[in-house]
């Protein structure tokens, strides 16, 4: 046999080597997805089955104190039957506004690939210098002096992945304000910001952890927000971390969540510092 033809052999050879490595590799990372998908999608399965399984039980319960105080002819229990009917008014606009939706996001790790879209709204302000408008979609800074103002999200966050999404209308000065996560334990405060509980960001490039700014932590240089940019915070209780995503720049920056200082449940945090600084939910 020719040198040339031990060489063709020992190439061919090698070639269908390397080709049936890729396709094992490949048929596993199948496998290992297909198992990663099944057990996210059983996860939210049961998630969706719980969440049906309560509003079902609260409207039982209130039809059962209903039939109980029909048998009941007096202005008291007429008064009840009247709460009662407000429960039911709204439990019913409850689940209509509140059932979330599911769908595939782009994450690093495909173990993150179903996220629940948070129906989020803006609920709590520690002072009067915040305004809650739009039926909880808008928050925005009305004093015109230079006040710190914490305001938080309705929702708690304890299990699974969530995002919300969001715009910064207007801001003054992308260093003053801050947006991230708190723990429901820690009170309203002007200075929230500083709390060891809150995890979170600046619109600028600084990062808030443990009571200190971190300036260009994890290359969160590269992440500057502007004015009008939409932003996505992901907010992953299965793995104790937060993200967030500037759609505009599609730059993306990571905190890992101290649970000890941060414990569970969370809520979305803002703080405020410039006259009619605004963000608005999406």
Request: aromatic share 6%; glycine share 2%; net charge negative.
């Amino acid at each position: 046999m020719y040198e040339h033809d031990m060489l063709l052999q020992q190439i061919r050879k090698s070639e269908l080597d390397q080709e049936l490595l890729f396709i094992t590799q490949i048929n596993q990372w199948e496998q290992d997805s297909i198992r990663i998908i099944q057990q996210a999608t059983d996860k939210v399965r049961k998630y969706i089955q719980q969440k049906f399984d309560n509003n079902r039980n609260q409207i039982n319960k209130i039809e059962n104190e209903l039939r109980l105080k029909r048998g009941i002819d007096d202005d008291h229990s007429e008064i009840n039957i009247q709460q009662l009917i407000e429960q039911l008014k709204q439990l019913s606009s409850n689940i209509e506004i509140n059932t979330p939706s599911i769908n595939v996001i782009n994450v690093r790790s495909i173990s993150n690939i179903v996220a629940i879209n948070s129906n989020e709204k803006f609920d709590q302000v520690h002072c009067n210098d915040i305004r809650i408008e739009e039926n909880g979609l808008v928050a925005a800074h009305s004093n015109d002096k230079l006040e710190y103002c914490e305001v938080r999200g309705k929702n708690l966050y304890s299990t699974d992945i969530h995002r919300i999404k969001f715009t910064i209308e207007k801001m003054s000065n992308s260093n003053w304000i801050f947006i991230g996560i708190i723990s429901q334990s820690t009170p309203l405060q002007s200075l929230s910001h500083s709390s060891p509980s809150f995890h979170g960001w600046t619109a600028g490039n600084r990062i808030c952890l443990n009571s200190f700014d971190n300036e260009n932590y994890g290359g969160y240089h590269d992440c500057k927000i502007n004015n009008n940019d939409l932003i996505e915070l992901l907010i992953n209780c299965s793995n104790k971390k937060i993200q967030l995503l500037n759609k505009n720049t599609n730059r993306t920056n990571e905190i890992q969540v101290d649970i000890q200082k941060c414990p569970f449940p969370w809520q979305l945090h803002l703080n405020l510092v410039h006259y009619d600084d605004r963000v608005r939910l999406l």
